[in-house]
């Protein structure tokens, strides 16, 4: 379908591990297969042994590549023609736009004003389209991009709310199971809940025995309250530093996965995650984003009881601005 008449991509009832296995597939050769890195520091300050899956060494430097290169690459002929559209404050934005470079796809991307600068630099720099909007002046995101995508009839592709999104994600879970035996635990961020999604469906099948535990910050929590409720929450104003893991609400899609597959929603504040940020850069000599050092906050803090265990963590993203970096990590106590 072209032009004012194009749909957006098929939404399956759900996400499977096999087309997790699918989606590895496609990504094969184009996705890096990012390291998992260990410490016998962090091991002493968690006291467990401490897995981490580098999301931030894949390309566009989030795991949000795989997802985006994954639902692209099961598009029609007739839907590439059409382009696609998405919305997200920078990884999503930055992983659309680059699968659509390597797929010879035009892509339009609503972003907030406000977002990183290097992560608006990126999207651009990538060819896509950038479009901003100010996200105090009431109109969400999705809302902007659904109504441009009625206009160009593009194929919306959302940042976590899609089950080829989140077997996409699930692959970087994969490869870690792949290359680590005998885990406990899986520690995953939960924004939309992408990525906590696809590691619940891999881990359950591969070790329907260990936990996956979901990690929020305090102040943008919709997944822990939907978790606790058994139903879609909404946060009106999410607030944290870690701004990949401010969506309002979870979707559809992942919140049928969280609420089937996922043990635990662990909540963490601003100054647990930027102590974590401070130990991954200092310590570790590792650039993370805010968001991709959430998941590993409630082991250094001990808040997740796994001591003595075998834990993976998924850090998902080192787009960070070195600036406001720096200024975070100079707020001690804050």
């Given amino acids: 379908m072209t032009g004012a008449n194009a749909a957006p991509a098929a939404r399956p009832t759900g996400p499977t591990f096999s087309d997790v296995l699918a989606a590895a597939e496609r990504l094969g050769g184009v996705a890096h297969r990012t390291p998992v890195m260990t410490s016998r520091t962090l091991d002493e300050a968690a006291g467990c042994q401490v897995f981490l899956k580098c999301e931030n060494f894949q390309r566009v430097g989030a795991f949000k590549f795989r997802g985006a290169y994954n639902t692209l690459c099961k598009l029609s002929e007739q839907e590439r023609a ?16 680059y699968a659509a470079e390597l797929l010879g796809i035009n892509a339009t ?24 909007y100010d996200p105090e002046g009431g109109e969400e995101r999705e809302m902007i991009a659904r109504r441009i995508q009625a206009e160009r009839g593009q194929v919306m592709v959302p ?11 699930g692959t970087a879970t994969l490869e870690l199971l792949q290359e680590v035996e005998g885990l406990d635990a899986m520690l995953a961020p939960c924004g939309g809940g992408g990525s906590l999604s696809g590691a619940a469906l891999v881990v359950k099948h591969e070790l329907p025995h260990a936990k996956v535990i979901g990690v929020e910050p305090q102040g943008s929590d919709c997944g822990s309250r939907a978790f606790r409720s058994g139903r879609i929450e909404t946060v ?17 899609h992942t919140f049928a996965v969280i609420h089937s597959h996922v043990d635990e929603m662990l909540t963490v504040s601003e100054e647990q995650i930027r102590v974590t940020l401070d130990f991954l850069w200092n310590r570790m000599k590792m650039v ?18 796994l001591e003595g265990r075998r834990v993976g963590v998924l850090i998902t993203g080192g787009n960070a601005d070195i600036a406001k970096v720096a200024d975070w990590l100079r707020m001690e106590g804050a």
């Fill in 109 to 132: 991307v609503v972003m907030p004003a406000d977002a990183p600068p290097i992560k608006l630099a990126a999207t651009r720099g990538y060819g896509a389209e950038v479009i901003t």
């Fill in 236 to 252: 009106a104003h999410p607030t944290t530093m870690a701004d990949g893991l401010k969506p309002k609400a979870l979707g559809e």
């Fill in 82 to 97: 059409a382009g696609v559209i998405t919305y997200s404050s920078g990884n999503h934005a930055q992983a659309v736009a």
């Fill in 159 to 169: 940042p976590f709310d899609h089950p080829d999104v989140i077997a996409g994600q």
């Fill in 288 to 305: 993370v984003e805010p968001s991709g050092a959430v998941a590993l906050a409630p082991l250094l803090h001990r808040k997740a009881g």
